[in-house]
Every structure is written in structure tokens, then in C-alpha cells.
């Protein structure tokens, strides 16, 4: 089994900065692309900010300029740096693995990790 184990978040005020990192951990031969999403209460999950295995990046309109993606390929990881953070920022933050192929294994799954909560807050 593949486990996406995330650290980072917490409380910040409005203009701080956080980074979240996430770890899949397993038998993994390959992993296509991390990234990140979120969810605020009342609202549905959105992506934030993906990152391919080339390193290609997608993020939404809305942390551009303010957040950055970033993955360690070596130790299957990936990175969000989110700075300029706003109240609106404020949601549980999951990180995903996408296509992932576990040794020995034909087919690729999607994993999720279990949440971690920024508040942004004065």
C-alpha cells in the first residue's frame, strides 16, 4: 500500500508564509504527478497546485504569484510554499499522487493524504 503522510500547516496571519510537505511512502516504481488541493468548509475540494514527474506545474489563478510548487523526484515528495497567505487561503490542504505504479504491480492508482488545516488569521 502507498501512504501520503503531510506536514506543515497550522496557524498563520494574513501576509505569513507556511510550507507543506508530503511524503508517499511504499513499494513505489514510479510516480506521475503530486500535487495539492484544498477544501474550505461549506465548499468543494479545488486544486491548488500540481507538478509533473518532467516538472511541469499547474497552479490556479488564485495562489499564482503567491504560492509554489516544488518535489524531491529522489524521495517521492513534494513541496507547497505559500506566502502572501490571505483568509481565504484558510481550508484542509491535501496532497495527491497521481498514476502511481507500485513494483510489480500493472495497474497505476491515485492516492490521497489525510488533510492538514492552515488558518489564516489575525
Known amino acids: 500500500q502507498v501512504q501520503l503522510v503531510e506536514s506543515g500547516g497550522g496557524l498563520v496571519q494574513p501576509g505569513g508564509s507556511l510550507r507543506l510537505s508530503c511524503a508517499a511512502s511504499?513499494?513505489?516504481?514510479?510516480?506521475?504527478?503530486m500535487g495539492w488541493y484544498r477544501q474550505a468548509p461549506g465548499k468543494e475540494r479545488e486544486l491548488v497546485a500540481t507538478?509533473?514527474?518532467?516538472?511541469?506545474?499547474n497552479l490556479a489563478d488564485s495562489v499564482k504569484g503567491r504560492f509554489t510548487i516544488s518535489r524531491d523526484n529522489s524521495k517521492n515528495t513534494v513541496y507547497l510554499q505559500m506566502n502572501s497567505l490571505k483568509p481565504e487561503d484558510t481550508a484542509v490542504y491535501y496532497c495527491?499522487?497521481?498514476?502511481?505504479?507500485?513494483?510489480?504491480?500493472?495497474?497505476?492508482?491515485?492516492?490521497w493524504g489525510q488533510g492538514t488545516q492552515v488558518t489564516v488569521s489575525s
Open positions: 495527491n499522487a497521481d498514476r502511481v505504479r507500485r513494483v510489480g504491480v500493472y495497474h497505476e492508482h491515485s492516492y
Open positions: 511504499g513499494s513505489i516504481f514510479s510516480i506521475n504527478a
Open positions: 507538478m509533473s514527474s518532467d516538472g511541469n506545474t
